[in-house]
């Protein structure tokens, strides 16, 4: 059964671990809650080429106390704040069907968002401006992929409304080279092309 998991996405991405701890402690500690031990994802290495350094904190059982995962947004924004640049949360709960994220950048308001793991997952992938079933291998492997895939059939791709990160990175002035396809990779793309030439035949049929 996939572990609740709580991720942090950087745009800096010569991110220094050691500050990167220093600013938890203090955040943790602000909140009252104990800090967590955190690491650099070391195989996040297609979200590094779309300009993220992932770490991810070790979660531990609450036994009915206050943890990290519950001051999601107050993290994000120290870590923001102190990197001066974007900083994203993402945490999950697989088994629960539930997600919570946050997006936070110098100078401007913050945003979150919480419900079912599938949505939030997609819209933080929109947040990174990477896709979402890449989003997905990096959580769960090819389960979640695929489980984005169909979701991205079932209701069309990303919604062009919903919100997304202002201002002009650069993430959006050079869209990042795509990884090295693997077994899962080239499944999900073929699938995701069949399921764009369908609904282009049925749009056309429409007219």
């Known amino acids: 059964m996939s572990q609740p998991r709580l991720v942090l996405f950087l745009a800096d991405i010569e991110g220094n671990l050691a500050a990167l701890r220093q600013t938890l402690t203090r955040a943790c500690e602000a909140a009252n809650v104990p800090p967590p031990e955190v690491r650099w994802v070391e195989s996040a290495t297609s979200l590094a080429d779309a300009g993220w350094r992932v770490a991810e904190l070790k979660l531990v059982p609450s036994g009915g106390k206050a943890v990290p995962e519950d001051h999601l947004d107050s993290l994000v924004r120290s870590v923001a704040r102190d990197f001066r640049d974007q900083a994203v949360g993402l945490y999950t709960d697989k088994a629960g069907s539930y997600g919570r994220a946050s997006l936070s950048e110098p100078g401007r308001p913050s945003r979150s968002l919480e419900g079912e793991y599938i949505d939030v997952v997609r819209q933080t992938a929109r947040w990174l401006g990477i896709e ?30 919903a919100p997304t990160p202002t201002g002009k990175s ?24 069949e399921a764009r030439r369908l609904m282009e035949q049925y749009l056309s049929n429409r007219k």
Do not use: C, I, M, Y
Request: charged residues 30%; proline residues 15%.
């Open 170 to 193: 650069r993430r959006q002035e050079q869209p990042p080279p795509p990884p090295e396809p693997d077994e899962d990779d080239r499944f999900v793309d073929a699938k995701l092309s």
């Open 132 to 161: 979402a079933p890449l989003l997905g291998r990096l959580l769960d492997g090819g389960a979640t992929a695929r489980n984005l895939l169909a979701a991205a059939v079932d209701f069309g791709n990303d919604d062009p409304n």
